[in-house]
């Protein structure tokens, strides 16, 4: 196939374009819809060999899932400078191999958005495509560009045509701008692809928070969410973030928030973190629910300015696109993000300390109940992709109880003087943006910087199959913690009751789960509980007696109880029941709570941990 020169500059804009270059230039024709696609058109930097390969990814950072992108680039096509095709060859969904690349000049393919795509594998969301011609683009970069293998550092300029009317957000550097057309710089591959775009009717607000320009970019099809809703829920909590980090590493930031009325392909909800933006998918519901879902996700998000932008290994900070390599970390890159998100809200007011001990008491609850607590996290970490796969949820629960132990460690052992806030702070000094860290090395770098004894709790608790004895960390700070356990207690009969309008008694409304206790006892629905081991029972006093029947009564003592019964004819009698008392397992529930005498010493390390 051959294209004319005249057909190649309208396609490109302009012939200049042809000549090779050490840089790429895209162009995504938003303008033009064809059967839900789009088209794209890539300029390349000049190739030395005579074969190369294009390179889709195959997994972006921060996912944790294998999605294979070019699954959805379509009808791709390479060109030489004279508009004659060359030969390609689809090696994988994620390589096409360009023959004769010497000669290469430019790309085009079409784009299928991810969405409403009727393909297995369901992208999640934040990390898909859309193309709803008209309305709304959401340009998760890496799902409409690729790269040239081995030159994915070159500059990328990247133009976007779009329909006039419509506003494209994101963090991305954007040198030009008109009424229908967007020129945006990244510097490299890894930049591009960690800057989505959407494409909407403006529905934006902008302020600033630590110097740094915030953007709320609102999709909501329906206007149910407002912009300006939304920064009245965010910006307390950036501002309690602010005063944790003390300054913020980013002089702009990005929340692009996508609603959608209708239930997504995936099943999920949720946010997908980047340097300097955050892209959300999420329910168009009631604003005020929807503020605080955004509000506690955003909390999360935000705090990845941190890590992995300016701590990561060199599994992040070279990341390959292709064959991706795990890092050990997922502890601190999820989990001590997860726990930074909730203690700047506790330690600089927006959150109270019971309701922050709510959280923990979840999080310990969750750890435990829904994931293995003896899989070493660093073992979960290198094999999220495949054998630890089911386990990920659990970076958000234990990772951020792995940061919680750590710091209340730290500030024990340094007085209250240091804790994982300072230790975040001085391993960005230390590494940056432009500086990873080596992978193994890391556990060793951070006893360096603190203290001898926090190498052993790496290798106990995170390296290690050791459970962490939460109760004993958060005794340390004055908190009481009692893990859920399973007891002998003295049953009632497992019957449901309900109380009866006119006298205030018990009235039985359900013996479906009933036990045998209860079968011996003889219970009925309807019953109404008069008197109980010869205890008149109303609603003022029931749970007083019935949590004093297990003190006074043992196994196998006779129990009896009197009831309200209706006869047939509707008439009321008192039937006495009795039978022996027997016990069954009961798991009682984890409780978390502060001890109210706690020491002096207790009281200054949770002033320094917690400022409470």
């Given at each position: 196939?051959?294209?004319?020169?005249?057909?190649?500059?309208?396609?490109?804009?302009?012939?200049?374009?042809?000549?090779?270059?050490?840089?790429?230039?895209?162009?995504?024709?938003?303008?033009?819809?064809?059967?839900?696609?789009?088209?794209?058109?890539?300029?390349?930097?000049?190739?030395?060999?005579?074969?190369?390969?294009?390179?889709?990814?195959?997994?972006?950072?921060?996912?944790?899932?294998?999605?294979?992108?070019?699954?959805?680039?379509?009808?791709?096509?390479?060109?030489?400078?004279?508009?004659?095709?060359?030969?390609?060859?689809?090696?994988?969904?994620?390589?096409?191999?360009?023959?004769?690349?010497?000669?290469?000049?430019?790309?085009?393919?079409?784009?299928?958005?991810?969405?409403?795509?009727?393909?297995?594998?369901?992208?999640?969301?934040?990390?898909?495509?859309?193309?709803?011609?008209?309305?709304?683009?959401?340009?998760?970069?890496?799902?409409?560009?690729?790269?040239?293998?081995?030159?994915?550092?070159?500059?990328?300029?990247?133009?976007?045509?779009?329909?006039?009317?419509?506003?494209?957000?994101?963090?991305?550097?954007?040198?030009?701008?008109?009424?229908?057309?967007?020129?945006?710089?990244?510097?490299?591959?890894?930049?591009?692809?960690?800057?989505?775009?959407?494409?909407?009717?403006?529905?934006?607000?902008?302020f600033v928070v630590g110097g740094?320009?915030?953007?709320?970019?609102?999709?909501?099809?329906?206007?149910?969410?407002?912009?300006?809703?939304?920064?009245?829920?965010?910006?307390?909590?950036?501002?309690?973030?602010?005063?944790?980090?003390?300054?913020?590493?980013?002089?702009?930031?990005?929340?692009?928030?996508?609603?959608?009325?209708?239930?997504?392909?995936?099943?999920?909800?949720?946010?997908?973190?980047?340097?300097?933006?955050?892209?959300?998918?999420?329910?168009?519901?009631?604003?005020?629910?929807?503020?605080?879902?955004?509000?506690?996700?955003?909390?999360?998000?935000?705090?990845?300015?941190?890590?992995?932008?300016?701590?990561?290994?060199?599994?992040?900070?070279?990341?390959?696109f292709i064959n991706p390599k795990?890092?050990?970390?997922?502890?601190?890159?999820?989990?001590?993000?997860?726990?930074?998100?909730?203690?700047?809200?506790?330690?600089?007011?927006?959150?109270?300390?019971?309701?922050?001990?709510?959280?923990?008491?979840?999080?310990?609850?969750?750890?435990?109940?829904?994931?293995?607590?003896?899989?070493?996290?660093?073992?979960?970490?290198?094999?999220?992709?495949?054998?630890?796969?089911?386990?990920?949820?659990?970076?958000?629960?234990?990772?951020?109880?792995?940061?919680?132990?750590?710091?209340?460690?730290?500030?024990?052992?340094?007085?209250?003087?240091?804790?994982?806030?300072?230790?975040?702070?001085?391993?960005?000094?230390?590494?940056?943006?432009?500086?990873?860290?080596?992978?193994?090395?890391?556990?060793?770098?951070?006893?360096?910087?603190?203290?001898?004894?926090?190498?052993?709790?790496?290798?106990?608790?995170?390296?290690?199959?050791?459970?962490?004895?939460?109760?004993?960390?958060?005794?340390?700070?004055?908190?009481?913690?009692?893990?859920?356990?399973?007891?002998?207690?003295?049953?009632?009969?497992?019957?449901?009751?309900?109380?009866?309008?006119?006298?205030?008694?018990?009235?039985?409304?359900?013996?479906?789960?009933?036990?045998?206790?209860?079968?011996e006892m003889g219970y009925l629905?309807?019953?109404?509980?008069?008197?109980?081991?010869?205890?008149?029972?109303?609603?003022?006093?029931?749970?007083?007696?019935?949590?004093?029947?297990?003190?006074?009564?043992?196994?196998?003592?006779?129990?009896?109880?009197?009831?309200?019964?209706?006869?047939?004819?509707?008439?009321?009698?008192?039937?006495?029941?009795?039978?022996?008392?027997?016990?069954?397992?009961?798991?009682?529930?984890?409780?978390?709570?502060?001890?109210?005498?706690?020491?002096?010493?207790?009281?200054?390390?949770?002033?320094?941990?917690?400022?409470?």
């Open positions: 196939m051959k294209l004319t020169m005249s057909l190649l500059a309208i396609l490109l804009g302009t012939s200049s374009l042809l000549v090779a270059q050490e840089k790429y230039i895209v162009t995504i024709d938003l303008k033009t819809v064809v059967d839900d696609k789009v088209k794209v058109i890539c300029a390349m930097p000049k190739v030395a060999m005579d074969e190369i390969e294009f390179r889709v990814p195959k997994i972006v950072p921060g996912t944790y899932s294998v999605y294979d992108f070019g699954r959805f680039f379509t009808d791709f096509k390479a060109f030489d400078v004279d508009g004659n095709e060359l030969e390609t060859e689809q090696l994988t969904d994620n390589r096409i191999l360009i023959k004769k690349s010497k000669k290469l000049s430019f790309v085009s393919y079409w784009i299928e958005d991810t969405f409403d795509s009727d393909k297995n594998n369901f992208i999640f969301e934040p990390a898909g495509t859309n193309i709803e011609e008209g309305k709304n683009y959401v340009i998760n970069t890496f799902g409409f560009v690729g790269y040239l293998q081995g030159q994915k550092d070159l500059l990328y300029e990247l133009h976007v045509d779009y329909p006039k009317g419509m506003y494209g957000a994101s963090s991305l550097d954007k040198v030009s701008t008109s009424d229908s057309s967007d020129v945006f710089l990244a510097a490299n591959y890894f930049d591009l692809a960690d800057s989505p775009i959407m494409y909407a009717e403006p529905d934006t607000t902008s740094a320009e915030i953007l709320i970019s609102v999709y909501s099809p329906n206007r149910v969410l407002d912009p300006l809703f939304v920064k009245e829920q965010v910006e307390p909590t950036l501002e309690a973030q602010v005063k944790y980090l003390g300054e913020l590493p980013v002089d702009r930031y990005a929340f692009i928030i996508y609603l959608f009325d209708r239930s997504p392909m995936s099943g999920k909800l949720g946010a997908l973190e980047h340097s300097y933006s955050s892209f959300y998918s999420l329910p168009e519901i009631d604003p005020y629910r929807l503020g605080q879902v955004v509000r506690d996700v955003a909390a999360h998000e935000f705090f990845h300015i941190l890590t992995p932008l300016n701590i990561h290994s060199e599994e992040i900070g070279n990341f390959d795990m890092s050990k970390h997922l502890w601190m890159y999820e989990g001590v993000t997860e726990y930074a998100a909730g203690l700047a809200q506790v330690k600089y007011g927006e959150m109270s300390l019971i309701d922050y001990l709510d959280v923990i008491n979840d999080k310990i609850s969750r750890s435990k109940e829904d994931f293995n607590d003896e899989l070493p996290f660093t073992e979960l970490s290198l094999h999220c992709l495949d054998s630890t796969k089911e386990e990920y949820g659990n970076v958000y629960q234990k990772g951020a109880l792995i940061g919680m132990s750590l710091d209340i460690r730290l500030r024990e052992l340094s007085d209250g003087a240091y804790g994982i806030q300072n230790l975040m702070s001085d391993l960005a000094k230390k590494y940056g943006k432009t500086h990873a860290f080596k992978d193994d090395e890391l556990f060793d770098t951070i006893t360096e910087m603190t203290y001898p004894e926090i190498r052993e709790f790496f290798e106990k608790y995170v390296e290690g199959p050791t459970p962490i004895p939460y109760e004993d960390f958060l005794a340390k700070v004055g908190v009481l913690y009692k893990p859920a356990e399973t007891k002998n207690e003295l049953s009632l009969g497992h019957i449901s009751f309900s109380v009866n309008d006119v006298d205030n008694r018990l009235i039985i409304h359900s013996i479906d789960q009933m036990n045998f206790f209860g079968q629905e309807g019953d109404i509980i008069y008197k109980f081991d010869d205890v008149e029972i109303d609603i003022e006093n029931y749970e007083e007696e019935f949590l004093a029947f297990n003190d006074r009564h043992e196994v196998g003592d006779k129990i009896t109880a009197i009831v309200l019964r209706t006869d047939e004819n509707g008439k009321q009698k008192k039937i006495k029941l009795k039978a022996e008392a027997m016990s069954v397992k009961v798991k009682t529930e984890p409780a978390i709570s502060l001890i109210e005498e706690s020491s002096e010493d207790q009281m200054a390390l949770r002033k320094a941990w917690v400022n409470k």
